[in-house]
C-alpha cells in the first residue's frame, strides 16, 4: 500500500537497521490496521481471535522490552477517492472487469467490511484497558502517525504505508525483526532527500505519476524510473506548478512538435546554425588530414613526425566536439520530456486537485494542540483486563497475570526511579534483588526478583529452572514482538519469587543501591574464580610424591612427558642402543598393572 510502482524498493538503499534500544524512552505512533492485517493471515484460524492476541502481546513487548511509549491511531472515514480505489483494487484483485460493474457517485464515502470494523473496535477495548493513548484519525491512520512525527509529538511511526512520506513524516520503521540484534527497520526522510535528492512535494508528483491508495492507475505509460527523472528536473517549490500547466495545457514547458535527435544532425538549416570544424579522418584532431600529413598535429605530437590513428570508439575533447556533443544530450533530453509531458497531457483530470489538497494538508486528526495532554499513559485496568480476555480469548486468571507482570513491573521501575516511592508492585511483590545478567541477540538485561509470601502466592505452576552462573544465553528463535516470556516462578525459603528481564539502566535508577550490592557480589565472584584456577594451576604444575595416585589427567600428561624425554635421549645413541631402550620402552609400557585400555590410548595419543 502506498505509492505504487514498488516505491519501496526505490527506498531500499538508504534504510538503516537500528539496535535494540532505538525506541528507548521514545514516543511512537502506531498504525493499528497496519499491525493488524500484516500478521492477522499468518496465524489466522490457527488461534482464536489472533487480532486480540497479537495486539495484546505486541503492545507489552513494545511497552516493557523495547521500551517505548506508544500512541495508537485508527482509520477515520475514507476519502471519496479512497473508496473507489479500495473497490477498483478489489474487482482487479478478483479478475473482474471494473467497467461491468457498478462505480460509487462523486462523494460518496464507504467503510471497511463490518468483520474488520469488528476487530479494530474489541483492539480498541483492550488498548484502552492497557492504558494506552488511542487517537482517530479524520481519514487515513498513516496521515495522522505522519501529522504526529512532523509535528514532534512521537519520534517515529511504525506503518508500512510509503505515502506516510508524502504526508510529511520524517521516521517511519516498517517492520520489526525482533530475532536480529538491530530489529528495527527505519527510513529518514533526511536520508532520502540527501539520496535521491526528492523531498516532500517530488514524492507527491511521483505518487500522482505512476498510482497510489487514491488512484492506482497513475498516468498510463509511466513508471517509477520514468517519473524518477521527470521530477528531478524541477524544484520542489515548482513541481506541483508545472503538472499542473502541462495538464491543463496552459503554456507547456516544452515544445511538442521537438524532432528526435537523428533528425536535428541531418536537418541542413540547425547545421548551419553552428557549422563543426574540419576534423582528419585519420587521428580524429581539428584540421584537415593533408595539413597533418605533412606536419603532425598539436594533439598527437608524434616522434616520428606523424599522427597516430585514432582507436576505435575515439570521441575527440575539443572545444568544439564537447559543446556539439552537449547540444545534442540537451536536444536528446527535451525530446524525452516533451514525450513525457505529451501522456500527462492526455491524462483527464490530471493533476487531481483533492488528492493533492489531502497530501499537502496538515491537519489529519481532532489532535490539534500544541502540548501532548491527551497523550497520556495510564495504568492498567487490572481486573477488567483479566475479565475482558477470560471472556475473548479463554485464558485463565492466573496466565493472564503472569503475562502482564512485564509491564506492571516496567511501570513500577519508572515510577520508583522518578518519585523514589517504596510501595509494593501490584501490592503483593516486592523488589528483593538482582539475580544475574541475561543477554538475549547480544543485549544485556538484569533478571529480577520480586518476592512474594506464600500466604498472597497466586496459582500458578511453579517452576525449577535456576540459573548455575552469572551470565546466562537464551533460545535466539524467541519472537520478542509477537510472544511473550512468561515471568519464571521460583519457591526459596517459604516465598515465593517472580523473575522478569527489566531494562538495566532503568533498574540502576530506581534501586541503585541493590545494583551496587550485585555488582560487588559479582566482583567478588570473579576473583575467588581466578584466584582457585590459579590454584589449580600452581598444584598441577608441583610434582607430587611416587606414593600418591594421579588422577587419569595428570597421569595421561606425566606419561607423555616421560616418552617425550626418552625420545630425545635416545636420538643421541647410536641404532643398537636406540633399539635396546625402545624394547625397554615397550617393556615398560606393557607392565600388567596398566589395564587393556589406557595402554591403548597410550599408543594411540
Same mark, same amino acid.
Given at each position: 500500500?502506498g505509492?505504487?510502482?514498488?516505491?519501496?524498493?526505490? @527506498? /531500499?538503499?538508504?534504510?538503516?537497521? $537500528? %539496535?535494540?534500544?532505538?525506541?528507548? *524512552?521514545?514516543?511512537?505512533? +502506531? !498504525?493499528?490496521?497496519?499491525?493488524?492485517?500484516q500478521?492477522?493471515?499468518?496465524?489466522?484460524?490457527?488461534?482464536?481471535?489472533?487480532?486480540?492476541?497479537?495486539?495484546?502481546?505486541?503492545?507489552?513487548?513494545?511497552?516493557?522490552?523495547?521500551?517505548?511509549?506508544?500512541?495508537?491511531?485508527?482509520?477515520?472515514?475514507?476519502?471519496?477517492?479512497?473508496?473507489?480505489?479500495?473497490?477498483?483494487?478489489?474487482?482487479?484483485?478478483?479478475?473482474?472487469?471494473?467497467?461491468?460493474?457498478?462505480?460509487?457517485?462523486?462523494?460518496?464515502?464507504?467503510?471497511?467490511?463490518?468483520?474488520?470494523?469488528?476487530?479494530?473496535?474489541?483492539?480498541?477495548e483492550?488498548?484502552?484497558l492497557?492504558?494506552?493513548?488511542? @487517537? /482517530?484519525?479524520?481519514?487515513?491512520a $498513516? %496521515?495522522?502517525?505522519?501529522q504526529? *512525527?512532523?509535528?514532534?509529538? +512521537? !519520534?517515529?511511526?511504525?506503518?508500512?504505508?510509503?505515502?506516510?512520506?508524502?504526508?510529511?513524516?520524517?521516521?517511519?520503521?516498517?517492520?520489526?525483526?525482533?530475532?536480529?540484534?538491530?530489529?528495527?527497520?527505519?527510513?529518514?526522510?533526511?536520508?532520502?532527500?540527501?539520496?535521491?535528492?526528492?523531498?516532500?512535494?517530488?514524492?507527491?508528483?511521483?505518487?500522482l505519476?505512476?498510482?497510489?491508495?487514491?488512484?492506482i492507475?497513475?498516468?498510463?505509460?509511466?513508471?517509477?524510473?520514468?517519473?524518477?527523472?521527470?521530477?528531478?528536473?524541477?524544484?520542489?517549490?515548482d513541481?506541483?506548478?508545472?503538472?499542473?500547466?502541462?495538464?491543463?495545457?496552459?503554456?507547456?514547458?516544452?515544445?511538442?512538435?521537438?524532432?528526435?535527435?537523428?533528425?536535428?544532425?541531418?536537418?541542413?538549416?540547425?547545421?548551419?546554425?553552428?557549422?563543426?570544424?574540419?576534423?582528419?579522418?585519420?587521428?580524429?584532431?581539428?584540421?584537415?588530414?593533408?595539413?597533418?600529413?605533412?606536419?603532425?598535429?598539436?594533439?598527437?605530437?608524434?616522434?616520428?613526425?606523424?599522427?597516430?590513428?585514432?582507436?576505435?570508439?575515439?570521441?575527440?575533447?575539443?572545444?568544439?566536439?564537447?559543446?556539439?556533443?552537449?547540444?545534442?544530450?540537451?536536444?536528446?533530453?527535451?525530446?524525452?520530456?516533451?514525450?513525457?509531458?505529451?501522456?500527462?497531457?492526455?491524462?483527464?483530470?490530471?493533476?487531481?486537485?483533492?488528492?493533492?489538497?489531502?497530501?499537502?494538508?496538515?491537519?489529519?486528526?481532532?489532535?490539534?494542540?500544541?502540548?501532548d495532554?491527551?497523550?497520556?499513559?495510564?495504568?492498567?485496568k487490572?481486573?477488567?483486563?483479566?475479565?475482558?480476555?477470560?471472556?475473548?480469548?479463554?485464558?485463565?486468571?492466573?496466565y493472564?497475570?503472569?503475562?502482564?507482570?512485564?509491564?506492571?513491573?516496567?511501570?513500577?521501575?519508572?515510577?520508583?526511579?522518578?518519585?523514589?516511592?517504596?510501595?509494593?508492585?501490584?501490592?503483593?511483590?516486592?523488589?528483593?534483588?538482582?539475580?544475574?545478567?541475561?543477554?538475549?541477540?547480544?543485549?544485556?538485561?538484569?533478571?529480577?526478583?520480586?518476592?512474594?509470601?506464600?500466604?498472597?502466592?497466586?496459582?500458578?505452576?511453579?517452576?525449577?529452572?535456576?540459573?548455575?552462573?552469572?551470565?546466562?544465553?537464551?533460545?535466539?528463535?524467541?519472537?520478542?514482538?509477537?510472544?511473550?516470556?512468561?515471568?519464571?516462578i521460583?519457591?526459596?525459603?517459604?516465598?515465593?519469587?517472580?523473575?522478569?528481564?527489566?531494562?538495566?539502566?532503568?533498574?540502576?535508577?530506581?534501586?541503585?543501591?541493590?545494583?551496587?550490592?550485585?555488582?560487588?557480589?559479582?566482583?567478588?565472584?570473579?576473583?575467588?574464580?581466578?584466584?582457585?584456577?590459579?590454584?589449580?594451576?600452581?598444584?598441577?604444575?608441583?610434582?607430587?610424591?611416587?606414593?600418591?595416585?594421579?588422577?587419569?589427567?595428570?597421569?595421561?600428561?606425566?606419561?607423555k612427558?616421560?616418552?617425550?624425554?626418552?625420545?630425545?635421549?635416545?636420538?643421541?645413541?647410536?641404532?643398537?642402543?636406540?633399539?635396546?631402550?625402545?624394547?625397554?620402552?615397550?617393556?615398560?609400557?606393557?607392565?600388567?598393572?596398566?589395564?587393556?585400555?589406557?595402554?591403548?590410548?597410550?599408543?594411540?595419543?
Amino acid at each position: 500500500m502506498g505509492v505504487g510502482g514498488k516505491f519501496w524498493d526505490l @527506498l /531500499k538503499p538508504y534504510v538503516r537497521n $537500528e %539496535a535494540f534500544d532505538f525506541l528507548r *524512552n521514545k514516543r511512537v505512533a +502506531v !498504525d493499528l490496521s497496519f499491525w493488524i492485517v500484516q500478521h492477522e493471515t499468518a496465524i489466522k484460524d490457527s488461534v482464536r481471535n489472533p487480532h486480540l492476541r497479537l495486539t495484546f502481546f505486541r503492545t507489552i513487548n513494545l511497552f516493557s522490552k523495547f521500551g517505548a511509549f506508544p500512541v495508537f491511531v485508527i482509520d477515520g472515514t475514507p476519502s471519496p477517492l479512497k473508496s473507489k480505489t479500495r473497490i477498483a483494487r478489489f474487482y482487479r484483485s478478483s479478475g473482474i472487469e471494473s467497467s461491468s460493474l457498478p462505480v460509487p457517485e462523486d462523494g460518496v464515502s464507504f467503510e471497511r467490511n463490518r468483520a474488520f470494523t469488528k476487530c479494530i473496535q474489541e483492539c480498541v477495548e483492550l488498548l484502552e484497558l492497557l492504558g494506552m493513548p488511542i @487517537l /482517530k484519525a479524520n481519514g487515513e491512520a $498513516e %496521515a495522522l502517525c505522519a501529522q504526529l *512525527n512532523a509535528e514532534g509529538h +512521537v !519520534d517515529a511511526c511504525i506503518t508500512s504505508d510509503s505515502d506516510s512520506f508524502l504526508f510529511g513524516a520524517k521516521c517511519v520503521i516498517k517492520s520489526i525483526k525482533p530475532n536480529t540484534k538491530e530489529p528495527f527497520e527505519c527510513y529518514y526522510m533526511s536520508d532520502i532527500e540527501a539520496g535521491l535528492g526528492l523531498k516532500r512535494n517530488h514524492l507527491i508528483a511521483i505518487s500522482l505519476l505512476v498510482g497510489n491508495d487514491h488512484d492506482i492507475n497513475g498516468v498510463q505509460g509511466i513508471g517509477l524510473e520514468t517519473a524518477l527523472r521527470f521530477v528531478r528536473n524541477f524544484s520542489e517549490d515548482d513541481i506541483l506548478n508545472r503538472l499542473h500547466e502541462i495538464g491543463n495545457k496552459v503554456t507547456p514547458p516544452f515544445q511538442y512538435n521537438i524532432k528526435p535527435v537523428d533528425d536535428f544532425t541531418s536537418n541542413p538549416e540547425a547545421s548551419s546554425q553552428k557549422a563543426k570544424s574540419t576534423h582528419c579522418s585519420f587521428c580524429g584532431h581539428p584540421g584537415s588530414k593533408q595539413s597533418h600529413v605533412e606536419k603532425s598535429c598539436e594533439y598527437c605530437s608524434a616522434p616520428d613526425g606523424g599522427c597516430k590513428k585514432k582507436p576505435e570508439g575515439f570521441k575527440c575533447d575539443c572545444l568544439s566536439c564537447h559543446e556539439d556533443r552537449e547540444e545534442k544530450e540537451r536536444k536528446k533530453q527535451e525530446y524525452w520530456l516533451s514525450k513525457v509531458c505529451s501522456k500527462i497531457a492526455v491524462e483527464p483530470n490530471f493533476p487531481n486537485d483533492e488528492l493533492i489538497r489531502i497530501y499537502t494538508c496538515d491537519s489529519h486528526g481532532s489532535f490539534t494542540g500544541k502540548n501532548d495532554q491527551c497523550l497520556t499513559w495510564e495504568s492498567p485496568k487490572f481486573e477488567l483486563l483479566i475479565d475482558f480476555l477470560v471472556f475473548h480469548q479463554h485464558w485463565i486468571p492466573s496466565y493472564v497475570r503472569q503475562m502482564l507482570f512485564p509491564m506492571l513491573s516496567t511501570i513500577f521501575l519508572r515510577e520508583t526511579a522518578n518519585h523514589s516511592i517504596k510501595s509494593l508492585l501490584y501490592g503483593q511483590f516486592d523488589f528483593d534483588s538482582v539475580d544475574r545478567v541475561k543477554i538475549r541477540q547480544g543485549h544485556k538485561f538484569y533478571v529480577v526478583k520480586w518476592r512474594k509470601d506464600v500466604s498472597l502466592m497466586c496459582s500458578a505452576t511453579p517452576s525449577s529452572e535456576e540459573a548455575n552462573s552469572d551470565i546466562m544465553g537464551v533460545d535466539e528463535s524467541i519472537s520478542l514482538l509477537d510472544e511473550l516470556d512468561a515471568p519464571m516462578i521460583r519457591n526459596d525459603g517459604g516465598c515465593q519469587f517472580l523473575l522478569t528481564d527489566e531494562n538495566m539502566e532503568l533498574v540502576h535508577a530506581a534501586f541503585p543501591e541493590e545494583v551496587n550490592r550485585f555488582l560487588r557480589g559479582k566482583e567478588l565472584k570473579e576473583s575467588k574464580r581466578k584466584k582457585s584456577a590459579g590454584a589449580d594451576e600452581l598444584i598441577l604444575e608441583t610434582p607430587k610424591p611416587r606414593d600418591v595416585q594421579l588422577n587419569i589427567t595428570e597421569f595421561y600428561r606425566s606419561t607423555k612427558v616421560q616418552l617425550q624425554a626418552g625420545d630425545e635421549e635416545g636420538s643421541a645413541k647410536d641404532y643398537d642402543s636406540q633399539s635396546d631402550g625402545n624394547s625397554k620402552g615397550r617393556r615398560r609400557m606393557r607392565n600388567p598393572n596398566l589395564s587393556k585400555s589406557v595402554r591403548r590410548r597410550l599408543l594411540f595419543d
